[in-house]
């Protein structure tokens, strides 16, 4: 048996030969990884699976969440009018964000809107990548960014259904919605996120859509609400929620999906994508602790109806600061949003006597414009060429003013054109008595006791007593 010496010289040879064997797979493996690192167009995989996966949590929260949030909130006889509008959406914007609203919105084009060299994805290859949002940044496919913004695309024309439900032609509705993509939606994305948006220039932040998809909806909605008129019997007959379960379960599915809207908007599985993943959950149950306990003291119980609009709120509020305010902030975010939210719902409306149906302008216009500016008063991380919170927020404020303004005035112009186009905006009044299901679907969501369609014996849910929620939908103005 050979000595310690020998055994130690044995060891030390049997080394030298392994190291010698894989000497060329190292090599190899470096020369790989380097040049990996040094290609321009490498695609980082676990980046794009992240960005995947959320681009199926955005559309999960048109079709059902906000499907089922905004068709619980409607009359029993206009469920699948609203169920049919988001799908449609879901449908219509899909194809004509690919024809020309990409292009719009992200092509190179001006300060105010893109230009038309990626109409029809025209250049976009497979080899084709964008940069995300990482330090240092990497490279995910271009396909895959296309689709995870078209998800944002198809959701933002949606939130305006809150607004118009009960009474608006679907014709109209399906014209309306792929006029004001290209007109509303492209622009004031492509002013905020694209490379040479003259409000992104500016150093505003707006992570995932403060100003691009809440605001821009909910001010063109409060314009759409003026121009439609109030649905018949507004403010003397009941218009309560038909499906309070439908709406608690669309919430839950829109703070669901809501992970991919913000977390997502990293476009990677990054720090950055972990804080704002943090932050909307955080802001969202802030926003719903607050929201039942005001209702608690105001009118004398919490609702469910009132935590479900809550959660939205809080989404709402923390999606543009999400990835720039700490956990702390988060908190401060969602707790003003209620404050404001639930005094435009409880006191704005009744008082301006707008028709805002689902309170597509108090949740998602205020809450957003809120979200906004909160933004700037709680970054810890300021935008480029910010040097003080006070700086970033007089930026905020330049860009939600010129949202507030051209959003509703672009709406404002479409519909006019519209209504001289189709002669009305409305299905007439005995359509709308009847109820948009049958009226302009020819369906019914449900079958009555006597075994015909229709709503039948279907009896309206009364209003709670001390009032379920400041809504239209809830309760009379």
Not at 37 to 65: E, S
Not at 110 to 116: K, M, N, R
Request: proline share 5%; net charge neutral.
């Amino acid at each position: 048996m050979p000595g310690p010496s020998k055994r130690l010289l044995i060891a030390k040879q049997a080394l030298l030969a392994s190291l010698a064997l894989l000497a060329p797979f190292l090599f190899v493996a470096s020369a790989f990884a380097e040049d990996a690192a040094a290609k321009p167009g490498a695609i980082d995989t676990g980046d794009t699976a992240w960005v995947l996966a959320a681009t199926a949590l955005v559309l999960l929260m048109t079709v059902p969440g906000l499907a089922l949030f905004y068709g619980g909130l409607v009359r029993a006889k206009n469920v699948l009018n609203v169920l049919m509008q988001c799908f449609i959406a879901a449908g219509v914007i899909g194809v004509v964000w690919i024809l020309v609203g990409y292009s719009l919105a992200f092509g190179e084009g001006s300060a105010f809107v893109g230009d038309f060299s990626k109409v029809a994805l025209s250049g976009v290859t497979l080899d084709s990548v964008w940069a995300n949002l990482a330090t240092p940044p990497r490279n995910i496919p271009e396909y895959v960014f296309i689709m995870f913004q078209a998800m944002f695309a198809i959701i933002t024309p949606a939130l305006i259904i809150g607004a118009v439900a009960e009474r608006m032609r679907f014709s109209v509705f399906i014209a309306f919605i792929t006029i004001w993509l290209l007109v509303v939606y492209c622009p004031i994305a492509h002013m905020v996120w694209g490379s040479n948006g003259w409000i992104a220039k500016a150093g505003a932040i707006d992570f995932a859509g403060g100003m691009v998809v809440h605001m821009s909806s909910g001010f063109s909605g409060l314009m759409a609400a003026l121009l439609l008129g109030k649905r018949q019997g507004f403010g003397r007959e009941p218009m309560p929620p038909h499906s309070l379960p439908f709406c608690v379960t669309g919430a839950g599915l829109l703070w669901f999906g809501w992970f991919g809207f913000n977390a997502g908007s990293a476009l990677s599985a990054s720090p950055l994508a972990s804080l704002a993943f943090l932050n909307t959950s955080t802001a969202t149950s802030t926003a719903v602790i607050t929201w039942a306990a005001i209702e608690w003291l105001h009118r004398g119980k919490p609702t469910a109806l009132g935590i479900a609009t809550a959660a939205v709120a809080g989404l709402v509020a923390i999606t543009p600061a999400c990835g720039n305010v700490s956990p702390m902030g988060s908190m401060a975010v969602g707790f003003g949003v209620c404050i404001v939210c639930y005094c435009a719902l409880t006191f704005l409306k009744p008082a301006a006597g707008y028709d805002d149906a689902l309170d597509c302008f108090g949740v998602h216009g205020v809450g957003g414009m809120w979200g906004a500016i909160a933004s700037g008063l709680f970054a810890a991380t300021l935008g480029s060429g910010i040097e003080s919170n006070a700086q970033q927020v007089v930026v905020q404020l330049k860009g939600v003013a010129f949202t507030a303004i051209y959003a509703p005035l672009a709406t404002l112009v479409i519909l006019t054109v519209l209504k001289a186009v189709f002669g009305s905006l409305r299905v007439d009044e005995d359509a709308e008595e009847a109820g948009l299901d049958l009226s302009e679907h020819s369906e019914a969501a449900y079958v009555s006791v006597g075994g015909g369609f229709g709503e039948g014996t279907l009896v309206e849910r009364p209003p709670q007593a001390g009032g379920a929620h400041p809504a239209g939908a809830a309760r009379p103005a």
